[in-house]
């Protein structure tokens, strides 16, 4: 009797979806093992020490969006493998058949939209500069000045112009968060890596409704004056949104 194949499992699924078109890590045929209450997108590997890197990354993350564009999915978080189909069906789909069918459920017919808003840096500079008499006037008053002569106020200049920069982001993020929540059935809003970024943050939306949201953020964007620039993902899995136990 041959050993089962390990099967790499990328997410979950309503129990009559079909398989995505495309192939999984290592380039095998994307598979749906279905139980009674929901079913697990999967593909066979064909060695059973499995390298986990970028490519592998990259794999998961398309096999999960090509799956997001026809039905409802719920990622699984990358390096999932179990030791064949029963496996999957008896530690996975009936082990935590109410949790999965309660998620699937929430998360019928909605996918992530990720947006990024990055200030031209240039743009908000003259902004802090002009909404700001303190920093203009300190500002003018050590540019002609040795630098080892205004160390201190050098100083306080950049502690003024982070002050005034981060109230710009307060401001600018619950702006934008103002526009498109109407249009969201929930948000994760992410800490800002850089000043430089308004907002980072994910909205979850219904598929009937991405026009909708894309319109609001459409129309914001326009009212910027190219000030604010924004980096639109998705539509994508529901990554910010999914809570799985750790069981799975």
């Known amino acids: 009797m041959s050993e089962p194949m390990p099967q790499y499992v990328y997410g979950i699924v309503e129990r009559k979806a079909p398989a995505p078109s495309g192939e999984g890590i290592g380039g095998t045929p994307l598979r749906v093992i279905a139980d009674d209450g929901a079913a697990a997108l999967v593909s066979e590997l064909q060695q059973r020490e499995l390298t986990l890197g970028r490519e592998e990354l990259l794999a998961h993350a398309r096999v999960l969006e090509n799956a997001v564009s026809s039905g409802t999915v719920l990622p699984m978080r990358f390096g999932i493998v179990m030791e064949g189909e029963e ?14 069918r309660t998620q699937l459920e929430r998360f019928s017919d909605k996918v992530e939209v990720s947006i990024r808003a990055t200030y031209d840096e240039q743009q908000l500079m003259r902004e802090v500069v002009a909404e700001n008499p303190d920093v203009r006037r300190l500002r003018e008053s050590v ?106």
């Open 87 to 100: 496996e999957v069906r008896q530690r996975l789909l009936q082990a935590h058949c109410d949790e999965l």
């Open 143 to 248: 540019r002609s000045k040795p630098e080892d002569a205004t160390y201190y106020e050098r100083i306080r200049l950049g502690e003024l112009v982070s002050k005034a920069v981060e109230y710009k982001r307060e401001a600018d993020s619950a702006a934008i968060l103002e526009a498109l929540w109407p249009c969201a059935s929930d948000l994760h809003v992410g800490a800002g890596a850089h000043e430089r970024v308004a907002l980072s943050a994910a909205f979850l939306v219904e598929r009937n409704r991405l026009h909708q949201f894309d319109q609001a953020l459409e129309g914001f964007a326009q009212g910027q004056a190219g000030r604010l620039h924004f980096k639109y993902t998705g539509p994508l899995p529901p990554y910010s949104f999914v809570e799985l136990s750790e069981g799975t």
